[in-house]
């Protein structure tokens, strides 16, 4: 974006719109924010046009300026009382608007993008791009102007999933949400550098002898000023982020150390399983990544298990199912986690190299369970020993429950009622006390 300095006012412009820049837009608002008396109030409004990107690739730059410049002369000459102008980066304008009444600025608004979405609907037909505006409603004038932007960026952001309007409105729980992320991400990359990620490990228990069998890795994020926080506060955030691929691999070097540091000190080892999120099928290297980790520790892969969710098979099933086919051939065996959970069960079992089922913790759920689950529950124990596959049955937390499974002969559960996750050191206690 090139600038030029407002000679009047020191304030820098834009040069391609002639609106301020963000620094300047936000030093101007405070200004006008100031002279609002009493109860009045004004709104803050961030546009954002879809599909602008795609402008900019299949059209010219030049095309994509002159889409922007519309733009900036329609919301100039507006009649929804805008008050300051500015633009923060690419398509995103900023208006502070001097009415903070919603139904009123809800209506002038969507006719706006309706009237410019029609403007332009047949100038780049192969982009296709849409106007939308997200808007905060400015309540305290002396509210700090970064947070007011960052509220209306915050709004501007829903645009994405409402796509049944062009105008959204702040939300402040989203907002909350949003910040809360941020601050889990801003320490992400320390924590994993400074081992504050660490592996706890849930037994696995054959069901007929209640012998530890197997156990599954989960990670813990361990701050050393803080609380523990649960993978489903961070794991979503780092498949977003791609950090999910540093993290999966932690975890499965960790589990691989220990391995190998019990081989070599010759005590028992079980098989251990490991998370494996979609995005790391993605990459090319996986394969080879995953084979340098088990030769690195040299030890037998049949002591690695990894779990993949049933519902990854809802998208690309034949890719991955080729990825599955060569992890398979290195010797590791694969689980298939949630199983029941998704749409697509019992496909599954025809052409993928599936070893273990682990039967989704949800059929457990009601307080006892119902007719319908414990038929899925024993035809799937059934229709998986047919086919020589084991069968974990998850969140066990009753007697009565493990009974039920024993009676059916299912083959493994892992459960409260068994044991919870616990740290890999008292992990291996419990491993050394069940070999001995
Ligand atoms: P999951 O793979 O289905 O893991 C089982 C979850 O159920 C674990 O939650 C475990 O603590 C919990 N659980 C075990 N027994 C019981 C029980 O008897 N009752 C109940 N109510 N819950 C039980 P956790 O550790 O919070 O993990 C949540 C999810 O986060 C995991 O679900 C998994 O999808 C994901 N996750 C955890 N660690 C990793 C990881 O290292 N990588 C990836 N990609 N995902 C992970
Ligand atoms: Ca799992
Ligand atoms: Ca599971």
Redesign the pocket.
Known sequence: MDNVIDRSNGFIRDELTGFYDLDSFKLVMKEHLDKIEGVETAAIVSTDIAHFERVNNLYTRKAANKLLRLLAKELFQNNFNGICYGRSVADHFLILVEDGRRDILEKRLQMFCDGFNYMIRDRYPDAAPRLGVGVYIIEDVEECCNEIVEKVNSARKKLRYVKQSNVAFYDEKRFKKAMHDREIEKHMVYALTHDEFKVYL?PKFRIEDKKLVGA????RWVPDDGDMI???EF?PLFEENGM?QQ??FY?LDKVCKMIHNRLGSKKACIPISV???RVLLKSETYIDDISSVIKHYEIPSEFIEL?L?ERIFEDAPEEISSIMWDVKKLGIHWSI??FGSGYSSLNLFKSLPVDVIKLD?GFLDEAQISRTSKVIIRKTVELSRELDKKVVC????TEEQADYLKGINCDMA????YAR?MPMEQFERLLDISAS
């Open positions: 849930q599954e890795a989960l990670a649960y993978p489903d794991i999910i993290m999966d975890v998370n494996q999120s779990e969710t986690d949630d913790k998850e969140g066990v937390e892992q459960g409260y009622f996750p």
